[in-house]
């Protein structure tokens, strides 16, 4: 059974930083890409970072270019994703994601707030 589960979100004030965890199992880890992406109510899912299957490649939404970066552990099964000058815009759900041929897997979400 493939889960995802994401942890490290929470609350922290403008200019702080988070470090969002996504623990997978039920599959073979390495074998995907990766993906982190948020939602704000009334909005659509936006793809914040993603990874390949050996972490050399990385990208970014625009809005988060220089102060996010996306990492991976394939031995922790675990995907990280390193928040830092965060914004109040920044506030949403996080979820981790992978999509397996026709099928996408998303993990529960972790609510950031950013907020003084």
């Known amino acids: 059974q493939v889960q995802l589960v994401e942890s490290g979100g929470g609350l922290v004030q403008p200019g702080g930083s988070l470090r969002l965890s996504c623990v997978a199992s039920?599959?073979?880890?390495?074998?995907?890409?990766m993906n982190w992406y948020r939602q704000t109510p009334g909005k659509e899912r936006e793809l914040v970072a993603l990874i390949t299957t050996t972490g050399g490649i990385t990208k970014y939404a625009d809005s988060v270019k220089g102060r996010f970066a996306i990492s991976r552990d394939n031995v922790k099964n675990t995907v990280y994703l390193q928040m830092n000058s965060l914004k109040p815009e920044d506030t949403a759900v996080y979820y981790c994601h992978f999509r397996n041929g026709p099928s996408d897997y998303w993990g529960q979400g972790t609510q950031v707030t950013v907020s003084s």
């Open positions: 039920g599959f073979t880890f390495s074998g995907y890409a």
